[in-house]
């Protein structure tokens, strides 16, 4: 009791959960820490992986263009895409470069197909398992 005749609780000690709680923050620490770098990890691959893609489109669609021209082949159609593919990239995505002409809708067409390996672990990856194609009209 205090001078007023009041009760005063803070004097009296309450048990906390902190004194029940056991374990060490480091541990959580790196655990969390693990995890979350894993999970970083897997982002910044899956971008590379949207990247490669990407640009295996791209030069299969420019390929395709340039040999749609009138005075190109679709020889050159392959070493120009495989030139960009090796530009951007590197010469082991354009190993696997063809161009076909097909008829879509009536319309002759040149199509490049590039074969490339899947980067599953920054850009190694299996071989063929990443299969894009490109597509142009060609003239009359």
Do not use: C, W
């Not at 029940?20 to 995890?35: I, K, P, T």
């Not at 390929?63 to 593919?85: N, P, Q, V």
Request: glycine residues 8%.
């Amino acid at each position: 009791m205090d001078y007023d005749g009041v009760v005063d609780d803070s004097s009296h000690s309450v048990p906390t959960n902190a004194a029940h709680e056991r374990g060490s923050a480091a541990v959580d620490f790196v655990l969390v820490g693990a995890l979350l770098t894993l999970f970083f990890i897997s982002i910044v691959q899956l971008t590379l992986v949207l990247h490669v893609r990407n640009t295996l489109v791209d030069a299969a669609a420019s390929g395709a263009r340039y040999g749609a021209l009138s005075d190109r082949t679709s020889m050159d159609a392959r070493a120009r895409t495989a030139e960009l593919i090796g530009a951007a990239l590197n010469g082991d995505f354009a190993r696997d470069v063809t161009s076909t002409e097909v008829t879509i809708e009536g319309v002759r067409t040149l199509e490049v197909t590039v074969k490339a390996p899947l980067p599953v672990f920054g850009l190694i990856g299996p071989g063929k398992l990443l299969e894009v194609t490109g597509h142009a009209d060609l003239p009359r």
